[in-house]
């Protein structure tokens, strides 16, 4: 079955940490991923996507994410938090043919001052 | 260029009565979505339309019914409102062309309450 996983429902960091989070995937086919960010009470603006190429993709806010074929994983990082980044993260995998896109549950980030 | 809009931005309603969400694009794009969120679920498809002319199911269709009124617009239907459609809904829309990078460019969302 086709699904996304992110295993961290909450994550807390202080400001100027490093941060990761962690997105898994199970897809029969050529997997196109996608980071997409949640502030309170607005849509969906996307931070980067993956089709194919290199592996480590740049998004923006500072974002950037590795696709690694290997273990199902597109984990998303940031090297220094911002207090703005506090928001939802929800990863995405769509393509192969499909026109549905699926999403994963979404990391609650919170950023300490 | 306001790309996906969404009315109403909030609406309450009672059980049993009927409401419909509208959605439009100004990206000229091919494929519209629309989805719920739930705290803890992240965003279900209810109903998506690959192209002008087509609409099919998602993963929670059921109780809702679209309308791809044409490229621009698709609206979302609720004929009887049940408590269990208090949601957040967004509409999003896509290329899907050869060519496109193929992200979803989602709309600001409708709160909808059902009492």
Same mark, same amino acid.
């Given at each position: 079955?086709?699904?996304?996983?992110?295993?961290?429902?909450?994550?807390?960091?202080?400001?100027?940490?490093?941060?990761?989070?962690?997105?898994?995937?199970?897809?029969?086919?050529?997997?196109?991923?996608?980071?997409?960010?949640?502030?309170?009470?607005?849509?969906?603006?996307?931070?980067?996507?993956?089709? @194919?190429?290199?592996?480590?993709?740049?998004?923006?806010?500072?974002?950037?994410?590795?696709?690694?074929?290997?273990?199902?994983?597109?984990?998303?990082?940031?090297? @220094?938090?911002?207090?703005?980044?506090?928001?939802?993260?929800?990863?995405?995998?769509?393509?192969?043919?499909?026109?549905?896109?699926?999403?994963?549950?979404?990391?609650?980030?919170?950023?300490?001052? | 260029?306001?790309?996906?809009?969404?009315?109403?931005?909030?609406?309450?309603?009672?059980?049993?009565?009927?409401?419909?969400?509208?959605?439009?694009?100004?990206?000229?794009?091919?494929?519209?979505?629309?989805?719920?969120?739930?705290?803890?679920?992240?965003?279900?498809?209810?109903?998506?339309?690959?192209?002008?002319?087509?609409?099919?199911?998602?993963?929670?269709?059921?109780?809702?019914?679209?309308?791809?009124?044409?490229?621009?617009?698709?609206?979302?239907?609720?004929?009887?409102?049940?408590?269990?459609?208090?949601?957040?809904?967004?509409?999003?829309?896509?290329?899907?062309?050869?060519?496109?990078?193929?992200?979803?460019?989602?709309?600001?969302?409708?709160?909808?309450?059902?009492?």
């Amino acid at each position: 079955a086709q699904s996304v996983t992110q295993p961290d429902i909450h994550i807390t960091v202080s400001e100027g940490a490093s941060l990761e989070l962690r997105c898994n995937y199970s897809y029969g086919a050529t997997p196109y991923l996608f980071w997409y960010v949640q502030s309170p009470g607005q849509g969906l603006q996307l931070l980067l996507k993956y089709f @194919s190429g290199d592996t480590l993709v740049q998004g923006i806010k500072g974002f950037e994410a590795e696709f690694k074929r290997s273990q199902s994983s597109f984990n998303l990082r940031k090297p @220094s938090v911002h207090w703005s980044d506090a928001a939802e993260y929800f990863c995405a995998v769509g393509g192969g043919g499909t026109y549905k896109y699926i999403f994963g549950t979404g990391t609650r980030l919170k950023v300490l001052a | 260029n306001a790309g996906v809009t969404q009315t109403p931005k909030f609406q309450v309603l009672k059980t049993g009565q009927s409401m419909t969400l509208q959605c439009a694009q100004d990206m000229n794009h091919n494929s519209m979505y629309w989805y719920r969120q739930d705290p803890g679920m992240g965003l279900r498809l209810i109903y998506y339309s690959a192209s002008e002319g087509t609409t099919d199911k998602g993963e929670v269709p059921n109780g809702y019914n679209v309308s791809r009124l044409n490229k621009r617009e698709f609206s979302l239907r609720l004929e009887s409102a049940a408590p269990s459609q208090t949601s957040v809904y967004f509409c999003a829309s896509s290329a899907r062309d050869r060519g496109s990078s193929y992200e979803q460019y989602f709309g600001p969302g409708t709160r909808l309450t059902v009492t």
